[in-house]
C-alpha cells in the first residue's frame, strides 16, 4: 500500500523560508513521477512540480524560480521549498506519486504565512 505523509508546514512569518517533505512508505525509485499541488481557500487545487522517472523536472511557469523540489532516494522522500513566502502562498500543500498511471496522495499540510 502506497503511503504518502506531508511533513514541515505551520505558521511562518512573511519573508522565511519553508521547506515541506513527503517521506513514502515504497522505493522512490519505482515510482513514474512525484510531485506537488496546492489549494489556497476558496480556490483549485494548482499544480506546482514535478519530477519524472530520470530527475526530469517540471515547474508551472507560474511557479518557476518561486519553488524548487527535490527528491532523495536514499530515504525514499521528496521535499518542497519555498523561499521568500508570500501571504498568496497560504494554502493546504499536497504531495502525490504516480505509479503505472495511478496516483498516490497524501492528506495535505496547512501552511500559513503571517504578515
Known amino acids: 500500500q502506497v503511503q504518502l505523509v506531508e511533513s514541515g508546514g505551520g505558521v511562518v512569518q512573511a519573508g522565511e523560508s519553508l521547506r515541506v517533505s513527503c517521506p513514502t512508505s515504497?522505493?522512490?525509485?519505482?515510482?513514474?513521477?512525484v510531485g506537488w499541488y496546492r489549494q489556497a481557500p476558496g480556490a483549485q487545487r494548482e499544480l506546482i512540480a514535478t519530477?519524472?522517472?530520470?530527475?526530469?523536472?517540471n515547474y508551472v511557469p507560474s511557479m518557476t524560480g518561486r519553488f524548487s523540489v527535490s527528491t532523495d532516494s536514499d530515504k525514499n522522500t521528496f521535499s518542497l521549498q519555498r523561499i521568500g513566502l508570500k501571504p498568496e502562498d497560504t494554502a493546504a500543500y499536497f504531495c502525490f506519486v504516480t505509479i503505472n498511471g495511478a496516483s498516490y496522495w497524501g492528506r495535505g499540510i496547512q501552511v500559513t504565512v503571517a504578515t
Open positions: 515504497i522505493s522512490i525509485s519505482s515510482v513514474d513521477v
Open positions: 519530477i519524472a522517472r530520470g530527475d526530469e523536472t
